[in-house]
């Protein structure tokens, strides 16, 4: 069987294979930082082989060898991810195939395809990443593959490059009224697709629900966003930054954790008395947890939202997308005592306890008539003994209270807090340990705080006879010429109250650092009014419009209005748009086109008789044909007189004009004058 012809006009031309190769190489950087390091590999050579390709074009693959390579491909994909479900998987899995294509641009309809399916690549990166940069940069991406798709479109004359971006951009600019159309009124999930569990293994950072060594260093070495805070009025001090997140009760002497029982008592948590109440809204990253976090004491509750017995918000969902809610905390408060079970909790003591832990607990009681002078004679210890704030703190063996209170001595948060509650208990006032975060960083660009994974903090609450829970934190207690200020703990940050400020004295520095501001400041407003554009707003919307009755049915209704609006206008004014064409000049054009069909195109820079020309020596037998075509068309266009009777003959000349390929036996079937 011998092996098809592909028309001459139906080949891609090599600039054509360059353009929809770079493309798609950069449609797929983004994904590079997403994807492991097998996928890269193999898609990375499928690239380089395309484009060497270009230079030397027996490097492509046969039939057998592009097979084998897609064999690999798949087993790639499923080997990396141990199968082809999930995110990651399907991505690599779609990612692979769509880099085997490059090895078979045969035709053009191979490049249309390969522009087409980029644009489901583009949708797909949303899965991994939704911010404003990646947005405009895969805009830029779309662009271009629009682009190729309108020049290999034809008939745009000369400056084809230029002209096919222009015509692109003129697209994309008619597409945007009908973008903010969907986007307002298209009816939305209750959660972002990619937020709806394809891929639950996929670890988010963050605070967890226990507290052992290592388990704040971590997030404190991790420059992520944790969320932002907008206050409605003047922002409470530095050190009345208190973000309240998990409390733990329990400990073995090495972990703390919630604790069982504790967790599974229900019950709103009091506040006796609250003063200073300050309003504020939060945006909180995804946890993939249902804790949310609120300024040291939550006095109010957000809309699909409790509070716990232990003054906690706790969210009815996982937060596995961007969540907003506004809360009111008391600055000033009087928490009511504890059940009975969380009483006991609070004076539960590991068994790890060393001799020379209880002498130093009883050393403070004895010295100490109340239970708050026994909490200042432990902050004391901290203040006056050779303790160290440091980031890297050596490695702790099997009791780590008891090493860290007498040997290492070096440490944060976590040692601190750990060591003091287990102190307090021993001397018998309840303890529990409070993990959150402390302070934030002003972005006056905004008007909002930013709290970073790097400000994860660890606190003390006693129980204090007529004040309730009271907040200590035995890591402000160091001495401040005791932190380690040197090397890379430096540049890192630590506890607000011994925080490290980089020096920005000089200008570079303040620009940096304003950049980063105004960048924030701009995903700030990318979050708020774009991917927090939620069901709630929709309906508000339509409150709005006075169609808050309709709901869902309202979005329809006035989506498909909208549409058909918008879309009339486009086509009218499409219309208005386009000029009839002189009648000569739709014969010449109807001419050229059955000629190009045939793979001889008429050039950017060519006239009619010299077309001709090389179009009879190219294919003598048409010349007839062509010579009677410009023998009518030449003096009705350029000459004087009537051309209605040209116009004739030449739509008669054009009727049973079609030319065939050169390969075929009879290349003419028609009439001639």
Not at 9 to 35: I, S
Not at 138 to 159: R, T
Not at 358 to 377: F, G, K, N
Request: charged fraction near 20%.
């Amino acid at each position: 069987m011998s092996k098809r012809t592909i028309p001459s006009n139906e080949r891609p031309e090599r600039a054509q294979v360059l353009w929809v190769t770079l493309v798609l190489l950069a449609a797929y950087l983004p994904l590079g930082g997403q994807l492991a390091l097998q996928i890269s590999a193999f898609v990375g050579l499928l690239f380089a082989i395309r484009l060497a390709s270009l230079r030397w074009p027996a490097v492509l693959p046969g039939t057998w060898p592009l097979a084998a390579l897609t064999l690999i491909g798949v087993a790639n994909a499923a080997v990396t991810y141990q199968g082809w479900s999930g995110q990651n998987a399907g991505t690599a899995l779609f990612v692979s195939m769509l880099a085997l294509k490059l090895m078979e641009l045969r035709r053009k309809s191979d490049i249309r395809l390969v522009a087409t399916l980029i644009g489901f690549l583009v949708v797909v990166e949303f899965l991994f990443d939704q911010s404003p940069w990646l947005v405009l940069y895969l805009g830029a991406v779309v662009l271009g593959g629009i682009a190729l798709l309108v020049d290999l479109n034809g008939g745009l004359g000369e400056a084809r490059r230029r002209g096919a971006f222009a015509v692109a951009v003129r697209l994309s600019l008619q597409a945007l009224p009908l973008t903010l159309i969907l986007f307002l009124l298209f009816p939305r999930l209750s959660a972002p697709l990619w937020s709806l569990g394809l891929d639950p293994s996929k670890a988010t950072t963050g605070i967890s629900d226990s507290l052992e060594p290592g388990a704040i260093s971590e997030l404190v070495l991790n420059g992520e966003l944790a969320f932002r805070a907008r206050f409605d009025g003047m922002p409470p001090a530095a050190d009345q930054l208190y973000w309240r997140g998990p409390v733990l009760w329990e400990t073995d002497g090495r972990r703390w954790s919630v604790g069982k029982d504790i967790a599974s008592t229900d019950g709103p948590g009091a506040l006796l008395e609250a003063a200073r109440p300050i309003d504020y809204e939060v945006t909180l990253e995804p946890t993939d947890q249902r804790w949310l976090f609120a300024l040291d004491m939550p006095d109010s509750v957000p809309d699909g939202a409790s509070l716990s017995p232990d003054h906690q918000l706790i969210a009815r969902r996982v937060v596995s997308a961007v969540k907003r809610y506004r809360v009111t905390s008391a600055l000033d408060y009087r928490t009511a005592p504890p059940d009975p079970a969380r009483l006991a909790a609070g004076l539960q003591v590991p068994d790890n306890v060393t001799p020379r832990m209880r002498r130093l607990a009883d050393d403070w009681r004895s010295r100490s008539e109340t239970d708050w002078e026994m909490v200042q004679s432990g902050l004391r210890f901290f203040n006056r003994e050779s303790f160290h704030y440091t980031l890297m703190p050596p490695r702790l063996g099997a009791n780590p209270t008891d090493e860290f209170l007498f040997e290492t001595r070096r440490g944060f948060c976590e040692h601190y807090a750990s060591s003091f509650a287990v102190l307090m208990r021993m001397a018998g006032i309840p303890s529990r340990i409070v993990l959150g975060y402390l302070g934030g960083e002003l972005n006056r660009v905004g008007g909002y705080h930013m709290i970073w994974q790097s400000d994860a903090h660890a606190w003390v609450e006693v129980l204090i006879d007529g004040r309730g829970w009271v907040r200590v934190d035995p890591t402000a207690a160091v001495d401040p010429s005791r932190v380690d200020n040197s090397g890379a703990s430096r540049m890192l940050g630590a506890g607000p109250s011994v925080r490290f400020t980089l020096e920005q004295a000089d200008a570079l520095a303040r620009f940096a650092r304003n950049m980063r501001l105004f960048a924030d400041s701009l995903d700030a407003a990318w979050q708020d009014w774009v991917l927090g554009f939620s069901v709630e707003d929709q309906l508000a919307l339509l409150q709005r419009l006075r169609l808050g009755e309709l709901r869902e049915y309202g979005l329809v209704a006035l989506m498909l209005a909208a549409l058909g609006i918008t879309l009339g206008i486009l086509v009218l004014a499409s219309i208005r748009e386009r000029k009839p064409l002189d009648p000569l000049q739709a014969e010449y054009a109807r001419f050229c086109k059955r000629l190009a069909g045939i793979g001889l195109d008429r050039l950017p820079n060519e006239g009619p008789r010299d077309y001709a020309g090389r179009v009879v020596a190219q294919r003598p037998d048409l010349a007839p044909t062509v010579e009677r075509f410009m023998d009518l068309y030449i003096p009705a266009r350029y000459g004087p007189g009537d051309p209605h009777d040209a116009l004739t003959a030449l739509a008669d000349l054009l009727r049973d004009f079609r030319p065939r390929p050169a390969r075929r036996t009879s290349t003419f079937v028609g009439r001639s004058r």
